[in-house]
């Protein structure tokens, strides 16, 4: 199923109150069994640039390995995680104990919190350095992170394909290309019955960095 406008519902948040409209504007799919919202310049241009270069050459970026099958393989992408002290998550097998918050995540997280109706304590990071770095499918449905979980993901960098797939209908598909500065927001049921991945590709790709805000509960 390809995304097309008609399949959109404008939306448009607290305009009043912050008086924004580039980060005020954001598309709904109507798709079912999810809450997916898509601000596609939730940033300009040039913040991004400056907000990609900034997280490039300043976050401490880290090589995981993952166990596969009884053997411990790479992760495809560099990650990094930050947050409030003591909010630990265990993700890909890997038990993440966060760097304390630096000012541009800060920044970054009240603005999102702005458009989201949710406040954060944690963010993890992906560093895709190429078309062949990727994340296979999986949903954000760590118990940490409680019922119906609302993450939001920011892009820079890069274009990717962000693919979700319907975990029980089997025809329900979407691509969702990423774009430098796009915000997307996955709320309410969307992690149990919905699952998303970047493939891999052989197409050369410049990196993308992405950081989804999540809340840990405990
Ligand atoms: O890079 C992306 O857009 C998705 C990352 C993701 O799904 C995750 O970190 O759980
Ligand atoms: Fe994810």
Redesign the pocket.
């Known amino acids: 199923m390809e995304c097309s406008d008609s399949k959109y519902k404008q939306f448009s948040f607290l305009d009043d109150l912050f008086g924004d409209i580039q980060k005020s504007q954001g598309k709904a799919f109507s798709l079912p069994d999810a809450d997916i919202i898509l601000h596609q310049s939730f940033f300009r241009e040039d913040e991004s640039d400056q907000i990609f270069d900034n997280l490039y050459n300043n976050i401490a970026w880290v090589q995981e390995d993952t166990i596969l099958y009884g053997k411990k393989i790479a992760l495809p992408r560099l990650?990094a995680w930050y947050g409030d002290k003591g909010k630990t998550y265990t993700?890909s097998k890997i038990k993440m104990t966060p760097q304390p918050w630096i000012a541009i995540l800060e920044n970054i997280k009240s603005q999102v919190e702005r458009v989201c109706s949710a406040k954060f304590n944690s963010v993890?990071l992906?560093l895709?350095r190429n078309g062949s770095d990727s994340?296979s499918w999986?949903s954000?449905d760590e118990k940490e992170l409680g019922e119906n979980p609302t993450?939001a993901?920011l892009?820079f960098g890069d274009t990717?394909s962000?693919m979700l797939k319907h975990k029980f209908k089997k025809d329900l598909k979407l691509d969702i290309q990423?774009t430098h500065g796009s915000l997307?927001i996955m709320g309410g049921k969307t992690q149990h019955y919905w699952q998303?991945?970047?493939p891999k590709t052989r197409t050369s790709y410049k990196p993308?960095i992405?950081l989804?805000f999540r809340k840990i509960l405990k």
Do not use: A, E, P, V
Request: overall charge positive; cysteine-free.
């Open positions: 990650t993700y993890l992906n895709y994340i999986h954000d993450i993901s892009s990717r962000f990423l997307l998303h991945q970047i993308r992405n989804t």
